[in-house]
């Protein structure tokens, strides 16, 4: 298909296509290279494919398609490139270009429709899909299922499956629209954003995130209008729906008057501190996407910046850290989580050898690029046993999903959570926050 007036309106900016000088200084550093040593899966031969779509000289169709599909969006090669391209810009650009171009069959087309437009963006539907995911995992269903062999012969929906995260009842939906106070003397006053499926499968991550924030003196607003933030429509292309739920957040975050905007999610983290680009050209909202991508901070990141509460307990674990692609690469927030980390008592810290390399999460990429996600977990598990530490730790719920898995398939029994589940750990031990739970 070639390419359309209507799709030029989304595509690749050519300011940034042309910032690539073809070094290939990147192509160590991006998995899908790694893995399949072809130029054209390459974050050099993927530009060099975006520009002959943009000179007209390549069309749109199954090749093209393939290339930008097998895509990770991890922007490692961001952090590789010595002459600046904003590889992530063009990536979500060529995906929207395409979303524009093509028509999926009207199942997939169906299928998006449900996830993105619906079931993403109402706090009932995913309170629905919650309560279905638990009736199915505390039934014997899911057990039973998983036995039976069934899913191996499901194809995508087997995968899908197996890599869906356990609903951890009580959904976090309810502390939404809640304050909870600052212990001890209030230094700071931060909005929380609880996310779309966090609230349903990152209950406990999101209350540990309110409880170390609290325990560092902040009092913790959960603002009530909030809704998804929009990163999983912009890594599938979906602009203007992702800017929709972005005009949202602004209005619902921006005006409390907040010292900082706090995710515990990489990967909703770097979307909405890009909100000021999503809007750009938007006289409404274009401003005050800027004052709100101002604002946000990863919660490492923020932790990182204020002085630490040092009064925890001893958390005495081996622990390693996976960077997350969206914190590493897409936010330049590495070294926050290591000291946040070293800062616990008793917990030994070993580095990982390439911990900034994807572990094949990617939003919904495990699921739809199954095969490529878990030749790339397979790798970062080697990186992860090697270094024999019994914990972990990450900075987004994907990446632990993922890990998971990794763990199941190729781990030594390894725990996997958040970086602030371990803070949290620590505060615990020090016997100042007896029970799990928050007080409002
Ligand atoms: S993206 Fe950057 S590092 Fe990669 S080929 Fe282009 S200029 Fe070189
Ligand atoms: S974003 Fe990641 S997978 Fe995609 S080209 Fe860059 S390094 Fe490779």
Redesign the pocket.
Known sequence: MAVSELTRIEAPAQFDLD?????????NSCPTYRELHLEMDS??GR?YQMVKVAAGELEIGPSYLEHIGLCLACRA?ET????G?Q?GRLIEAARAQIEGATKRPFWARLAREMVFDHLLTSRTLLKLAGFGLLFYERTGFQALLRSSGLLKLMGPIGNLERLTPQAEWPFFFDKIGKTFPAHGERRHRVAFLAGCVANIACSRLNEATVRVLQKNGCEVVVPGEQGCCGALHLHSGLREQARRLARTNIDAFLQGGFDAIITNTAGCGSTIKEYHELLQGDPEYSERARRFSRLVKDVNEFLGEIELNPAMGRVPVTVTYQDSCHLAHGQRVRVAPRTLLRAIPGLEFREMPLSDLCCGSAGVYNVVEHDMAMAVLQKKMQSVNSTGAEVIATANPGCIIQLKAGVALHGKGQRVVHVVELLDEAYRNAGQLSQPGLDT
């Open positions: 910032r690539c000088v073809h070094c290939g200084l990147c192509l974050p050099r530009i090669c590789a490139c010595p002459s391209v590889y």
